[in-house]
């Protein structure tokens, strides 16, 4: 076989990565890990990132300068050439655009592979750009992750489900401006400690475990920088486990992963999960272990609200539950996230590893499942 005929067989997937949220370096770190492993022998491979500012570039297919680690923080460079993607259902052609250059064509992709968290990437609107376009892409689409990125309405899909979800209340920008009087009294009547979150974030940015309704404010405030909309939810006393999803083939039921469990061990300055401990774990204040240590029954259980959680909010591809198993022995759901951390010593990689699944594999499954999904409504 020429080079030629190879490259033509070829699946050409763009990696999308970086972006306009304050994921931008965890997402970076995930195209460096995307990168290493994706199998050359199958895929071609157009690494796009999305600077904080929201340009589209082109980078070179290098993982090195993405990887995140202390004193080395990735970003996607602005100055890089810009690359621009249709937006009609007659080309799926993508093009670059560089200063002074004439536009130069990078040709089909047949499937792109939105590797990003947070608002502007793991939202729908992303999403929404490649339907625009009937382009294929691994995941969820718009209405999923919409809603699973916004903790208000994921609470209101999985309540309306009968998914068991803990207490919580929603103050929005208007509320907190206008009446924060109701909002506090709203706050009071879930006891404490309670989490304060912003409705629309990850890797617990903005997050606040507020202990006394005298922190309450700054607690809101903090949470505002992120987003104006703002959930606070009881604290739940229990475990943090986690449990895979990854969507079946030609309608089947999704499949579940042997469950994992986080431990941020006390002591180390992290008062729960928050973005040190999950991102620059250095002394080892935090474990993920996979298979975790619960009953069979527990176990079942958690696989089976982290389908029905990833049915009750139309996911397609891949998600990851996060559930609470409290001492009282019930489970909660605490999130979805449709677009998990995919670094290969992610949680959700290591679930699928423990459950005979390996990163490379793991990756051709979701390019696999994203090509087999029509597009438009579906
Ligand atoms: N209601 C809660 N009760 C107890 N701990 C919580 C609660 N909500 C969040 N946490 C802690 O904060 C972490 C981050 O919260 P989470 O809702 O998962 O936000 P993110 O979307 O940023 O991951 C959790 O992993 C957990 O350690
Ligand atoms: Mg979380």
Redesign the pocket.
């Known amino acids: 076989m020429s080079a030629m005929d190879n490259a033509q067989s070829k699946i050409r997937v763009a990696l999308l990565f970086g972006g306009r949220s304050s994921e931008h370096a965890v997402s970076c770190a995930t195209a460096g890990g995307v990168l290493r492993a994706i199998d050359r022998r199958r895929y071609d491979v157009l690494p796009i990132g999305i600077a904080p500012d929201g340009r589209w570039v082109l980078l070179p297919d290098d993982p090195e300068p993405l990887e995140l680690r202390r004193g080395h923080v990735p970003a996607v460079p602005e100055s890089a050439p810009g690359v621009v993607v249709p937006t009609s259902t007659r080309e799926r052609g993508l093009r670059v655009l560089d200063r002074g250059e004439m536009p130069q064509e990078l040709g089909d992709v047949d499937v792109v592979f939105p590797l990003l968290h947070g608002p502007f990437g793991e939202d729908g609107t992303v999403q929404g750009m490649l339907e625009l376009a009937d382009i294929r892409y691994v995941g969820s689409g718009v209405l999923a992750s919409a809603a699973g990125m916004d903790?208000h309405f994921m609470k209101v899909v999985f309540a309306g489900a009968a998914l068991p979800v803990?207490p919580f209340t929603v103050i929005t920008d208007a509320q907190w401006r206008h009446d924060p009087a109701a909002a506090r009294d709203a706050v009071a009547g879930l006891g404490m400690p309670v989490?304060v979150?912003p409705a629309r974030?990850?890797?617990?940015?903005g997050?606040t475990?507020v202990t006394s309704m005298d922190d309450l404010d700054a607690a809101v405030e903090n949470a505002r920088q992120h987003d104006l909309k703002v959930v606070v939810?009881?604290?739940?006393?229990?475990r943090?486990i986690e449990c895979g999803v990854l969507e079946g083939h030609d309608g089947a039921p999704p499949r579940t992963s042997r469950v994992g469990e986080?431990v941020?061990r006390s002591g180390h300055g992290h008062d729960?999960?928050?973005f040190e401990a999950k991102y620059l774990d250095t002394d080892d204040s935090v474990e993920l272990t996979c298979p975790a240590d619960v009953p069979a029954d527990i176990e079942a259980r958690i696989q089976e609200l982290a389908a029905r959680a990833f049915l009750a909010l139309g996911c397609e591809g891949l998600a990851r539950v996060?559930c609470?198993y409290t001492e009282g022995g019930d489970v909660l759901i605490?999130?979805i996230?449709t677009m998990p951390g995919f670094t290969p010593y992610s949680m959700y990689p290591q679930m699928w590893l423990a459950s005979g699944l390996t990163y490379p594999e793991l990756i051709d499954e979701l390019i696999t499942l994203a090509l087999e999904r029509p597009v438009g409504l579906r």
């Open positions: 903790k803990g989490f979150k974030a990850g890797s617990s940015m997050i475990k939810e009881a604290g739940i006393v229990g943090e986080i941020v729960f999960y928050d996060d609470f605490n999130e996230n």
